[in-house]
Nanobody, 124 residues
Framework: QVRLVESGGGLVQAGGSLRLSCAAS????????MGWFRQAPGKEREFVAH????????VYADSVKGRFTISRDNAKNTVYLQMDSLKPEDTAVYYC?????????????????WGQGTQVTVSS
């Protein structure tokens, strides 16, 4: 079994930055890719970014491209999401997810394991 725990969420003013972390424990000695998704109240969960096993490839949603950066430390089994130039529309619960595939996916259904989520609130 795999457990994912997010941290780093909080309240920030528009234009500010936050760094989310997601630590994996349990069955981590396999090849996998990691993704970040978010869900705002009344909306469906949406893709934010994913990173492949060999960190050679990252993919971002158009809405965050140029502002967010996903990275991972395989030795620590941790993935990060650096969020800069935050906007009120970035307000959501952010979830990390793991996929047993070296390449990531933009689909919610493509991930087998999910964290409990961390709230990010951006005030105007």
């Amino acid at each position: 079994q795999v457990r994912l725990v997010e941290s780093g969420g909080g309240l920030v003013q528009a234009g500010g930055s936050l760094r989310l972390s997601c630590a994996a424990s349990g069955r981590t000695n396999t090849v996998y890719s990691m993704g970040w998704f978010r869900q705002a109240p009344g909306k469906e969960r949406e893709f934010v970014a994913h990173i492949s096993w060999n960190v050679g490839r990252t993919v971002y949603a158009d809405s965050v491209k140029g502002r967010f950066t996903i990275s991972r430390d395989n030795a620590k089994n941790t993935v990060y999401l650096q969020m800069d130039s935050l906007k009120p529309e970035d307000t959501a619960v952010y979830y990390c997810a793991r996929r047993t595939d070296p390449l990531g996916s933009t689909s919610v259904g493509g991930y087998e394991y999910w964290g409990q989520g961390t709230q990010v609130t951006v005030s105007s």
